[in-house]
């Protein structure tokens, strides 16, 4: 039997946390792509992020004001018990773990915020067993605003894709705050690839799809990407996207959907076990 | 971009070219979505905005709370584009130097050339870097907007590039 009360205390910290730390593996993929860095412009931008990224977690400082949507990707064994309502619980964690971070969250309509970063973006995946595994993702505004989905029909095949990708970003211009990372996701439906292509964001940053077919076509989307020569903060250089994850599910017979989540170089994200 | 240009506000901004590298030390107001919402009916009821815009520097930003014993909290650029509707009406009533991130429109960049305005660009995300560059915070407009209130900040070398300059050249990746 889980406690509402722990999962929200223990959600609330993992949040906190990740919040005021870039992905250790992404500040490394900058750091490389500092040094191999050419246009001085683009250095320029680089080193300061760098610079930035360690400023944040020497005192604890969140590295980007953004502190974004809070999204919440659950796994939730259906044998799970709880002495109350999970959703109310999650809810609970991310208003406690954002206490201190910026309220971005705001009436569609109205553009009234809420104040306190609710409510959340939530995925729920039933499976067997009884275990419960929250991912969380700050999704800033600024990339997410550039990110795209395009219904290709299956005739246009693998090229289609990287084509489609390579729109986007170039549209995005400096706009997500290159370098920043992608996530691909192809096939489904129109919604399911959105899905895909935030799931895709959740790997282990800069690590390759097991299947070698979903990860040569990674590894064409990056390059064909830093082709464009947008570069970091749309200075220019070799350093427009940092990595490119993709994530697969079967389509209809009639449809090729690709959707891109654009991530901005401020990557922030936890992964909690409840379970443990 | 060989040497870094100090400039501060009163700096004769027509004297800047894209691609120079600028540290900035002095005085800017910060005013994204909401706010620019807000001046923008202010001024069409020909009511006074809520600082002296002609001159001003306008900071696209809003910071993370301050946490106690702090000014300021994380604050870097948002994306200047969306302020880009609001922007020709900013530069009519005399604003100079506009700080973000990301491109303008042609719109935007055509009254900045009009105006003899500049736009500089910080480095996105670079939030934890820029807070420690600021020395001093007021709120001075519509507290109600929380992170969007117009805040004048006192900021000592703030690191930026001069995006577009007073001819309306860019050095943005269209």
Known sequence: MYKCSEITEKLARGIDASLKRVDCRVVDLLRTACAEETNRRAVWALDQILENDEIAERTDSYPCQDTGVAMLFVTVGTEARFDGDLAAALEGGVRRGYAQARKSIAHPLTR????????????????????????????????????????????????????????????????????ILLGVGIGGTMDKACVLSKRALLRPCGEPHPDPLVASLEADILSAVNALGIGAQGLGGNHTALACAAEIFPTHIGMLPVAVTVQCHSVRHTEIDFSR | MSETIKISNDYDVTRLKAGD??????????????????????????????????????????????????????????????????????????????????????????????????????????AALIKSRITACEEVAYPDLGCEAIRRLTVDRLPLLVAIDSRGCSILKA
């Open chain 2, 21 to 126: 590298e600028v540290e900035f030390s002095g005085v800017i107001y910060t005013a994204r979505d909401a706010a620019h919402k807000r001046m923008t009916e202010a001024a069409d009821r020909g009511e006074p905005l809520p600082f002296e815009i002609k001159g001003a520097a306008i900071y696209y930003a809003g910071p993370t709370p301050a946490r106690e014993g702090e000014i300021i909290g994380s604050c870097g650029p948002t994306t200047s584009a969306r302020m880009d509707d609001y922007t020709p009406r900013m530069l009519d009533l005399g604003l100079k130097i506009m700080i973000g991130k990301g491109k303008r429109s042609n719109a935007v960049t055509e009254s900045i050339k009009k105006h003899k305005a500049v736009y500089l660009i910080a480095v996105g995300g670079v």
């Open chain 1, 112 to 179: 009234i915020n809420t104040q306190d970063n609710t409510p959340a973006v939530i995925y729920y995946d039933a499976v067997s067993g009884d275990g419960l595994k929250v991912t969380f993702l700050a999704k800033g505004a600024g990339s997410e605003n550039m990110g795209g989905v395009r219904m290709l029909t299956p005739s246009k095949g693998r090229q289609g894709i990287i084509d489609a990708v390579v729109n986007i970003v170039g549209e995005a211009g400096a706009n997500p705050c290159p370098p």
